[in-house]
């Protein structure tokens, strides 16, 4: 069992940069796979990003590559997304969540954080 909790959302202008944090309960963090989704009004949940345990393995999506990156301190339980050059397009609710899977799926995670909004301004 392990609780998640997003941080460090908010309102930016296009072409800024967001961090978002994901704080995990529990001493198995580092046992499982992490990722980030986004969910925009209307549209389906999207995987964005996810993270090996070992942090060695961290695919994309397409549209945010060279702008996204996930890290993870397994002595902090926590993950993270840095986004620089944000883009209105990337205006979402933000959600990480954890696996025993590197899936791109909504479906493959078991556990999820509340989300958190991001909000880029033209």
């Known amino acids: 069992q392990v609780t998640l909790v997003e941080s460090g959302g908010g309102l930016v202008q296009a072409g800024g940069s967001l961090r978002l944090s994901c704080a995990a309960s529990g001493r198995t963090f580092s046992s499982y796979v992490m990722a980030w989704f986004r969910q925009a009004p209307g549209k389906e949940r999207e995987f964005v990003t996810g993270?090996?345990?070992?942090?060695?393995?961290?695919p994309y999506t397409d549209s945010v590559k060279g702008r996204f990156t996930i890290s993870r301190d397994n002595a902090k339980n926590t993950v993270y997304l840095q986004m620089n050059s944000l883009k209105p397009e990337d205006t979402a609710v933000y959600y990480c969540?954890?696996?025993?899977?590197?899936?791109?799926?909504?479906?493959?995670?078991?556990?999820w954080g509340q989300g958190t909004q991001v909000t880029v301004s033209s």
């Open positions: 969540a954890a696996s025993t899977y590197l899936l791109r799926a909504a479906t493959g995670y078991n556990y």
């Open positions: 993270i090996s345990r070992s942090g060695n393995n961290t």
